[in-house]
């Protein structure tokens, strides 16, 4: 047997060639959106709820036989850029989630499939209809929400009591108006005591402005900007005012803080805080030296909450569409909702699995009453710009919370540009 | 027939007839000479399909977009020049340049005379002081600019040690990130703490280039230590001081990753700078053509400035 004897610059040249093809293979497509015939992809952004996540994907797994290839979770804010180059890369996964903003931008825009003809066989009984409905659009339906986090006033039960304060335990209206709410804020505010911090959560502008009697952020049919209504500038100004009028809500400033609110509440320091059911995990762990409890929001003209929902959609580009479907059908059934409404994580899609989250009650919170917020949900009126349109009246806003303009100077002055867009 | 040719010897014909070493070798080193081009060629292949196809590609395709009305979604549409001129009435877009310009007015200077007081600190010191220090300055260039930036956020929150550190000397500091007037203040503040270790090393080589000659003999002409500076080496720093505002000049133009983790372009649009609004405007917005037109405006804008301050060398530039 011969052997060649290889000189030491052929070796760097192989190396050289090795390196050059490696490079044009890296440029090659991924498997982030293929599949083979036993696999299906999945991409979502991290959030308190991973572990929920893995559990209903592995029991999918051990269910079908179908492996679920998982991207790695990014964060949220990564996410909201990330999902269009995962849309658009022509390799999508066979599920993903999706910020609800964008819902109406995408399926107008024909990156999702048509899934209405399958979500219609879904039965009515089963499923919360009303909140499946937020994906139906005219331009077709790409996916379903889940579940959806109601959100609620929680507050400190010991601090309350202290002052006197019983907050309702459910829905009614005649037991909870904005101005009781700022008594019993007033009351408790004191030293470094704060009585309420309503802010640090967007979903109080359409939440008020709805209270108020105005139809959200936008009008039904997504081309007015009617948070710059007198009812949304309003709503948004008494909220304000709870910090430059009333002083009984922390500074925009302090609240920009990482968790700022969480960790004022946690310190025993805030009285009430507007937050999503998500959040009843964290005050199981972290909360020790007091009892809290929930709160219905206060009512005006309405009284209802926008829950955030968690949307998952299936690209049109999929590489296998039909698996997305079934594994979205498995994440909307009562097995998966099961795991995430025993967790207490949010109300599932299933009623059957939704009804586990009041046994998710360990120190005697009141539970039902998320259940029973899923009932009034709203959901912002969605647009086929929604998130151009945040990123043009927010930054305005954001003087008005810190006293630079008012309210109302602060959204007509962008009333113009953001139906621009939105029209 | 007689004549020229017919007087060759049968020795000079064999020259003739058969090749010579030379000739032979000649096709070899023709093959050697493809080999060592081809493994040339082998050698930077990577390089150049890595530039080629994370560069250049991008880049024009970046140029064509800009030509373009495109989401990235759906088919792009020739708009020829419309995306350019719709910038001068994109109130936002001025706004950006407007904050981009300040931001440069006020970090440059603060950058170049801070490098420039720490590179002749560093030039004076011993030589493990100075090791030390150069260090020191220099590992905030190259740390994680995210990382800085979380930790400045700290820093600057209102209950933050610099409002601490204020107060201690009886001053009510600001809330420095959500003040329209102070956001910007903070993150020029941060962006010249982060980069001013490399000017620092670049003027540093160059005061370590001045001839000690020309020091011995300005102390023999009795030159107090201020004419030096501005006698000596002020002029012969000239050329690095050029080329660090040049490069500072572009970096500030780039100025991204402190506004993107410590104030999102906030309060309102304070710290809203150029090139975290053509971000917003591609990844946010989906308005890629449009981003890509903004892009390359600000290059030939860069490049218009460049070429200006190249032109001005010429009047304060010294070259020994």
């Keep these: ?423 | 027939m007689s004549g020229p040719r017919s007087s060759v010897s049968s020795a000079d014909m064999s020259v003739l007839t058969e090749p010579t070493a030379s000739a032979v070798a000649r096709p070899e080193r023709r093959r050697q000479r493809r080999r060592a081009a081809l493994q040339g060629w082998a050698f930077v292949a990577p390089l150049v399909i890595g530039i080629a196809v994370f560069q250049a590609y991008p880049l024009l395709v970046s140029l064509w977009a800009s030509f373009h009305s495109w989401d990235g979604f759906t088919t792009p549409t020739w708009i020829g020049l419309d995306n350019f001129t719709a910038m001068p009435a994109d109130e936002l877009l001025v706004n950006s340049v407007k904050i981009t310009l300040l931001f440069t007015l006020g970090s440059i200077p603060l950058t170049v005379v801070l490098a420039l007081l720490l590179a002749v600190l560093c030039n004076r010191g011993g030589r493990i002081s100075s090791s030390f220090f150069r260090t020191a300055y220099f590992t905030p260039y190259v740390t994680s600019i995210v990382a800085i930036s979380l930790v400045f956020t700290q820093f600057f929150a209102p209950e933050g040690v610099i409002n601490q550190v204020l107060g201690l000397v009886g001053i009510d500091g600001p809330e420095w990130l959500a003040d329209s007037t102070f956001a910007l203040v903070a993150v020029i503040v941060v962006a010249v703490w982060q980069g001013v270790g490399y000017p620092m090393v670049i003027l540093l080589s160059g005061l370590q280039a001045i001839p000690k000659e020309l020091y011995e003999a300005a102390d023999v002409d009795g030159a107090s230590p201020p004419a030096r500076f501005l006698r000596i080496t002020l002029p012969l720093l000239t050329p690095q001081l050029f080329f660090v505002l040049i490069t500072q000049f572009i970096l500030s133009f780039q100025i991204f990753g402190v506004v993107f983790v410590m104030t999102s372009g906030g309060p309102g649009n304070a710290t809203s700078v150029f090139i975290y609004y053509v971000f917003q405007n591609a990844f946010s917005f989906g308005q890629l053509g449009y981003a890509s037109a903004m892009a390359w405006a600000m290059f030939l804008f860069i490049v218009a400035l460049t070429v200006i301050q190249l032109r001005l060398q010429k009047k304060w530039v010294f070259y020994a």
Aim: hydrophobic share 40%; net charge negative; charged share 20%.
């Design chain 1, 1 to 423: 047997m011969t052997m060649t004897r290889i000189s030491r610059r052929s070796l760097i040249t192989g190396l050289g060639a090795l390196g050059a093809s490696g490079a044009l293979a890296a440029c090659g497509g991924g498997p982030a959106g293929s599949a083979t015939p036993n696999e299906v992809s999945f991409a979502n952004w991290s959030d308190n709820f991973a572990d929920l996540y893995t559990q209903s994907l592995d029991a999918y797994e051990a269910q079908s036989g179908v492996t679920v290839v998982r991207q790695a979770d990014v964060p949220f804010d990564d996410y909201q850029t990330r999902f269009r180059t995962l849309l658009s890369g022509g390799q999508p996964p066979g599920l993903m989630r999706l910020n609800d903003d964008f819902v109406r931008e995408m399926t107008d825009k024909e990156q999702l499939a048509d899934l209405g003809e399958r979500i219609s066989g879904l039965s009515e009984e089963e499923y919360f209809a009303d909140v499946a409905a937020f994906t139906a659009l005219e331009s077709g339906q790409g996916g379903l929400p889940i579940g959806s986090s109601p959100r609620v006033l929680f507050y400190n039960k010991t601090m309350l009591q202290e002052a006197g304060i019983t907050p309702p335990s459910s829905w009614v209206p005649d037991q909870w108006q904005w101005d009781d709410v700022l008594a019993a804020a007033q009351e408790v505010t004191g030293g470094d005591r704060y009585g309420i911090c309503l802010w640090t959560d967007t979903g109080f502008e359409n939440t008020f402005a709805v209270n108020n009697g105005g139809p959200g952020i936008f009008s039904a049919d997504g081309t007015s900007f009617t948070l710059a209504d007198p009812a949304g500038i309003e709503a948004i100004q008494w909220v304000v005012d709870l910090t430059l009028k009333h002083k009984v809500q922390p500074t925009w400033a302090y609240l920009t803080g990482e968790d700022a609110d969480l960790r004022l509440f946690t310190a025993g320091n805030l009285g009430m805080f507007f937050g999503t059911m998500g959040l009843a995990t964290y005050m199981r762990e972290n909360v020790t030296d007091f009892e809290w409890d929930v709160a219905p929001m206060p009512a005006k003209v309405e009284q209802r909450q926008e829950g955030s929902l968690s949307v998952f959609v299936v690209p049109r580009e999929s590489a296998d569409v039909d698996r997305g479907w079934e594994l979205l059908q498995w994440m909307v059934g009562r097995e998966s909702g099961s795991i995430f409404a025993e967790a207490g994580a949010f109300i599932p899609l299933h009623r059957e699995a939704a009804a586990l989250v009041e046994k998710t009650s360990t120190q005697g919170e009141n539970m039902a009453l998320f259940a029973e917020a899923a009932g009034y949900q709203t959901t912002v009126n969605s647009t086929r710009a929604t998130a151009q349109a945040v990123q043009l009246y927010r930054p305005q806003l954001e003087r008005a919370y810190i006293g630079e303009i008012s309210v109302e100077e602060a959204l007509t002055s962008v009333r113009a540009q953001v139906e621009r867009v939105i029209g």
